[in-house]
């Protein structure tokens, strides 16, 4: 039986063959996926790889082919964030002739005719065309590489495709680039997945409960876990590890906010007094599959483990803190002026838990960001580096906190 697709395939390469003088070779069709856009990483969705739970992540896979070209004809969705980027095998970005695999939003050029809303202040919904190809070159518009040079045929790659903060929250309304892939001059448009239901979350077994020393916030590169990943090229991790302490006690994490673009609509960047786009904390699970807290509530809805710089409270000086605690705690925590509850996970409640600090699509002057930091892993390298923006941790006991502050318990 010959499907609609592979009728469409086949005709392409028989026009090739007819108006094709010589009849040197067949045209060779593109290896396609059976739609596009069929992985969703998100906290409700596959929660892998430490996911934000203000973003939301689509992941195209393809076949590495010779002559392979993959167009995305997308809009400027209505967003704080996007970006394109485009993952070697087993993950990681990469460079090829010069030519980086990641398009933030504001670099993406427009359609002829529309107006790119991260550019210039106008509204979101512009058009844009998008090429992913192996022969990527210095100075072509919106041209990405689809692999590093010398790859072999056959290997596997990704595409991600990353929303931050839609506006009221709304994933669905983000409107998915459409995608084409072309080899040889046959052309193979691929129709977009269906949106995937949310998945169950695996959990590993409880580990045994400890006994937690304040931890410190150092600087390593996620994507060399062994199970590899695909970190954000326009974030840094800052990062530290602990065991949530026994009995009565949480955990105090206290710093200066950077300035931040807000909202959840594009703005044009770079903006005048904003030191990066997006920054969050977020609570995680160190095993794999590298999960970010999701707490179920007894009135149906969930607790994620990330608070976004909009939902961080600050005091008069622009700092931070945060209380790390147990959902149990969480309403004696939050009656605490100045503080920022972040969840322990319920299910796994002695595990040990990955704090991580995302600064995002940093200013040039801002010298004190995360990305500035050494990925040496040393604590007092992000120290120096960071100034006051280092976050500064302790464990206090409740009865502490209630009755002195976060400053002071």
């Not at 107006?115 to 992913?132: E, I, K, M, R």
């Not at 199970?227 to 974030?235: A, K, L, Q």
């Amino acid at each position: 039986m010959i499907t609609p697709r592979l009728g469409a395939a086949l005709m392409a390469a028989a026009t090739l063959l007819v108006t094709s003088p010589q009849h040197a070779a067949a045209a060779t069709p593109p290896v396609t996926p059976d739609c596009a856009w069929e992985v969703k990483v998100s906290a409700d969705t596959r929660n892998v790889f430490y996911p934000d739970s203000a973003a939301t992540y689509w992941v195209l896979p393809f076949t590495v082919q010779e002559g392979l070209r993959i167009t995305l004809a997308g809009q400027y969705p209505d967003s704080r964030y996007a970006s394109i980027q485009v993952y070697k095998e087993g993950g990681g970005l990469f460079e090829t002739n010069g030519v980086p695999s990641s398009l933030t939003d504001h670099r993406i050029q427009p359609d002829t005719g529309n107006v790119n809303p991260w550019q210039q202040q106008a509204s979101p919904g512009g058009h844009f065309t998008l090429t992913v190809a192996a022969d990527a070159a210095p100075g072509q518009v919106n041209t990405l590489p689809l692999a590093p040079s010398g790859t072999p045929e056959g290997a596997k790659g990704n595409i991600v495709y990353r929303v931050y903060l839609p506006a009221d929250g709304d994933f669905s309304q983000v409107r998915l680039p459409a995608v084409t892939f072309e080899r040889d001059g046959v052309t193979q448009p691929v129709p977009t997945c269906d949106d995937p239901q949310p998945t169950t979350s695996s959990v590993a077994p409880p580990a045994k409960s400890m006994a937690a020393a304040a931890p410190a916030f150092a600087r390593a590169d996620l994507a060399d876990r062994p199970t590899g990943g695909f970190p954000n090229g326009d974030s840094a991790y800052l990062y530290a590890d602990v065991t949530p302490p026994v009995g009565r006690q949480v955990v105090v994490i206290r710093g200066k906010a950077p300035h931040n673009a807000q909202g959840s609509h594009p703005a044009p960047w770079p903006a005048a007094g904003k030191d990066v786009r997006y920054w969050s904390m977020c609570t995680n699970l160190t095993l794999p599959p590298y999960q970010v807290v999701v707490n179920p509530l007894p009135d149906g809805t969930s607790d994620y483990g990330c608070r976004a710089d909009d939902h961080t409270g600050l005091d008069s000086d622009g700092r931070y803190s945060y209380v790390v605690g147990a959902e149990s705690q969480r309403q004696a925590i939050e009656q605490v002026p100045g503080v920022t509850f972040l969840p322990f996970s319920t299910a796994r409640p002695a595990a040990t838990h990955r704090i991580i600090l995302r600064n995002m699509v940093v200013d040039a002057g801002f010298a004190e960001a995360v990305q500035n930091v050494p990925e040496d892993g040393d604590p007092a390298s992000a120290a120096a580096v960071m100034g006051e923006y280092y976050p500064v941790t302790k464990v206090c006991s409740l009865a502490a906190l209630t009755s002195e502050g976060p400053a002071d318990c």
